[in-house]
């Protein structure tokens, strides 16, 4: 049967035709996006696969500001962290929870260590890509596309969505939770996503007259936004219809609440942002690709207390979201994958805190994964010359290993090239 | 989906057909598919979607003409039309008053006037004397809304806005209120001075002593935080500094600390909380400097803050990260290089004067370009303030501090030290749902009388309508409803 064109597909066309590109504001400025996309090279009517290999779901935690690594799985055994640390070591040393004889977790990561000690935690030590921006904007942006070259526009999630799944009147899809922008990952002019700040008030207003309205009014918008526009009424109007059916039938079955205070924060944003990841987990609303942020690990002052708490947020949150997907039956599905733009310098500095670093490593959490560490233990005594972690795992092998062993999408595709196998999954479903 | 809005379901919005209705216009898509429209309107080089309406009165609606492929047809050919855009991109919307003043001052000299005019201090915030800066955002937050909407000079206000995202700081960090109110005091002080007294004011700041570190950093054991955010964010932009520069000038800014307190007060937990009667900056003590040869940015030999800035100043990347950055906020969100090199030149002969730059930007035949027309994103704070005086009120403060983190945008408290994203990231499904909820808000606490609808259709949205929002405005019941579609419509979004 030959396929419906999508009303998205079509006003994305007038986009392209405008040749406005996502993500080119004021942090494309500083991270020097390209300009515009050749429009016509790409093939926008080009016939969508009906959906990746499986149905399983990918949620992404990014850990905005760039995580401290030694903090998080701390070398226990290295007397060059004293050297380096004077002030941090200590502390994060004594009351760390070991792993195994040389590292162990930050010891506010207990609900992790649990996870670790039944064989769901693989962590990625050393990920990295060469030559190293320690620019936070440039670095997220590489992450985010996945390209160390910057030649991509892309977020690498967003590729996704646009060549392994049917995102075109499923805008949930690709969701950002607790985010009232889409994230870089998961952008692509291709694929429709939604953000969504707090479910408990997403919706207009004066119900469904305004709805209707407002749907009327959004629709063939003229200009440069004008696509954009109605987008965002469309998906927003089709994400609302959903959670009404899914706030009527989804009952948390695990603890959210905040128990750990935050120096950012009174509340646990992450932790309500995977509640709402949860609810459209486990209410069976199609999505598949899921980004939360949780933000403020630019630690560059007293970074004791803040850092801690910091993890702290992670691991309860984290842990509620596994209770309740296991509850629900769901946890077989989902894989939860941390990210940082870069990790932090090894030396500490004046304040208290350290600066921006490179290598460091990444968390995955759930049933799918194979348990352990992975990568090499990058070494305190030879840093590079900056004085900073080298990599031994290049961040897009954790993407391909995520892509075509857990999602079954084409990741040669979507990465533009292969790389080394990292075997953090348990059964990859597609190398 | 919702794909098309039938009669039935606008009925139900009082949006219904007035009684004297008149003619419907004529819209394309309706009855064939958008993909036959889209075809037909690609082969022609016709856009389907674009109304201009002819003459001031709601029964012109229905006159009906095609745009350039899929674009606004612009106005901005007549005068008046060109003040209500400069107005747009300079201030909070304007009142019928504040246009015609504009109107009868003619573009040049209101560009003058914009330029010129010196900042109105806001009223003094009691608050601010708290020890320890211990009082509510909230308070600053909506200090400074207030301010927007009653000062004679929004410009100043929206410049002011600009360089709080430019040279920005997050009060949870700075954790001090008193710092970000006296912040705010000054960028609007500064906001159309030069960039050279500037960068020593934000330098000096507490508020960014404290949240890019350079409080606590000291010569022997550099903090690189705001020595890297000060060129990459701040002046010369990623890929024109090394890693080497950063470390450098984190030596050589390092010094830099708080100012002493008036005096200490004993909070509750009997913790020494610092009490200031006057606003002060920064103090450098030499005893935390560097001693000793800085290789910076291609010269060596011994450098101070001063020095570090009269270096960025002498790297032209510098006038072209900020001429680029105007240019997005003030004119296009893509601007030509051509337009940005010409704007950076103008900007460096002037010795960094920000009037020249402005002047500079107002006058530029790209700032009212019919390329240009309705191509920038009203930052939330710009569609909240704007909507409340197309309103005719100035009441709604209080809703205003409190509607824009749903839209992106909370005062004082930025995503990160970038600031705030603009144009087209200021559109999510989140946001435009927000942004009408807002206006649904703002009329049910309004308590000033309406003014004329028809009157709004041309003095907010120039006459320039979507096919959409001009079926739905003839189709409306009364003004409440017209009021609605247009400050909900795209058209109000933009500018």
Redesign the interface.
Known sequence: MKKEVGINQLKRRDFLKAGLVFGAGASGLAAGYAAVPDAFARAVYAAKKEGAGNDNILVMIQLAGGNDGLRTLVPLADPTLHDLRPKLAGPMVSQALPINSQYGLNHNLGGIKGLWDKGKVAIVQGVGYPNPTFSHFESIRIWETGDPTRRQVDGWLGRTLATSYDSNGHPLTGCACGATNAPGALRDLQATLTVIQNQKTFGFTGGGEVEAAVGALYKGTPGIYGALFDTAIATATETMATLRTSASTYQPMADYTDNVKLVYSSKNQLAAALQLAAELIVTGTGVKLLHVTLGGFDTHYTELNRHDDLMGYLDSAVSAFYKDLAAHNMADKVLIATWSEFGRRPKENASGGTDHGAAAPLLLIGNPVHGGLFGSEPSLTNLDSTGNLKYSVDFRSVYQEILSGHLGADAQTILGASFDRVSFLKAPVAV | ?????SAS??K????APAEEQVATPR?I?RGIT??QA?AAALATGV????IRLIGASMQQIATTRT?S????ISPLGSESAKLMHLLRRTSFGYTPSQLEAALSDGYDKTVDRLVETKPVEPPALAAAASPGGRFAITEVQQWWIDHMLNTSNPFAERITLFWH?HFTSDY??VADNTFMYWQNLSWRRMAMTNLRSMLMEVTTDPAMLRY??LA???G??????YS?ELM??FTM???NFS?DD?RESAKALAGWQLPQPDSFATSQGNRRLPVYTTQKTGVFNQRRAYRGSITYLGKTGPLDTQGVIDRILAQPATAN?IA??VA?HFVT??PSASYVTGLADTFRRSKYDMKTLMHSVFTSSEFASDANY??L?KSPAEFMLGASRALGTNSLGKLIAGSG????QTLFDP????????????????????R??FV??AMTQSKAVLPSASDAVHVQLDGVL????A??LNQAADDRARW??TL???EF??K
């Open positions: 989906m919702a794909t098309s809005a379901s606008m139900r919005v009082s949006l819209v898509t958008r993909r889209l856009g389907v979607g674009a745009a492929a899929g674009g606004w995202g949870r960090k890019l570190d606590t950093s000291t022997a054991n550099p903090n690189e935080n890297r990459e964010l932009g990623a890929g890693e950063v990260l680029t950055k997005q969100a893509r309705r191509g994103v983190s749903g839209m992106g995503p990160d030290v970038n600031g705030w994203p603009n144009n087209e990231s200021w559109i999510s499904s989140n946001t435009v749902v927000e009408v909820n649904t808000a979507s096919s959409q929002t079926t739905l609605f579609i909900a419509s795209p979004q933009l």
